[in-house]
């Protein structure tokens, strides 16, 4: 069955906004983002270098792949604000909104795939987290670069994505194989560091040290971090996560 990629792509987006839309959950969020990227573009094997020599493909995650999609569900202000209160507490509502949209990510990757089924579309996804190398901490298939790739935005000082609705968020991808108009990239900075110097918010927001402008992020340190403040939130599922350099000017808007 031929489907044009144009309304392809329209479905898919309105997929993704219609689930955000109508998700239970107690998180509130702002308009989600969405792009594509072709699976046969050239940055696909450069992740291979910059990331991890494993790095998937996206013939790997799924033969066949023709085009990827991409898509961030940005959490509301309020949810940014609470986490920004104190520096060392994280805020239960940053907690409960990790969890929440974790499963709210799976949820529209098993619609897309089943919804696009019927149209003889196949598609494959890997789960928001907890997909990555219990040692090395260091994923096989980076959500974060699908977005850069899909033209959502770039990375930052803190090894976060910047959109233009920012970067508190979280991000989901699926591959599919079939054709789809490719995002246009741009080259823009976003993180005002690399733009123009002026600012390290999310250096010195971090409350264990774990940035570090010259030697990147200590992810041992951050992971450690990260598991003690699960175990302060065990009641609401899985809550290992800090959020802390994710507050600053880049949070909730591109902000060059």
């Not at 194989?177 to 993180?191: F, G, H, K, N, Y």
């Not at 264990?208 to 971090?225: E, H």
Request: net charge negative; aromatic share 6%.
């Amino acid at each position: 069955m031929s489907v044009d990629p144009l309304e392809l792509s329209e479905l898919i987006s309105g997929i993704v906004r219609g689930e955000v839309v109508e998700a239970d959950t107690e998180t509130h969020y702002r308009e989600p983002l969405v792009g594509f990227a072709a699976a046969d573009d050239v940055r696909w094997a450069e992740l291979r270098r910059v990331v991890t020599p494993v790095h998937m493909l996206p013939q790997e995650l799924l033969p066949g792949a023709q085009s990827a999609v991409s898509f961030f569900i940005p959490f509301e202000s309020s949810v940014v604000e609470a986490n920004a209160l104190r520096r060392g507490p994280v805020a239960h509502e940053w907690a409960v909104a990790y969890v929440e949209t974790n499963a709210l990510i799976g949820q529209i990757t098993r619609r897309l795939i089943e919804s696009l089924a019927p149209l003889g579309i196949r598609g494959a996804a890997e789960p928001a987290t907890y997909n990555f190398d219990p040692v090395t901490l260091v994923s096989r298939w980076s959500h974060k670069s699908v977005a850069v790739i899909a033209g959502l935005g770039s990375f930052g000082v803190h090894h976060l994505v910047i959109t233009d609705a920012g970067c508190a968020g979280r991000f989901g991808s699926v591959v599919i194989d079939a054709e789809l108009p490719v995002s246009t990239s741009d080259s823009m900075e976003r993180c005002l560091y690399y733009h123009d110097g002026s600012c390290l918010a999310c250096v010195s927001r971090c409350p264990i040290g774990a940035l570090d402008l010259d030697t990147g992020i200590d992810k041992q340190r951050c992971w450690t971090r990260c598991q003690a403040v699960a175990k302060m939130y065990a009641e609401v599922g899985k809550a290992d996560v800090c959020g802390k350099c994710a507050l600053g000017p880049c949070a909730t808007q591109s902000p060059v």
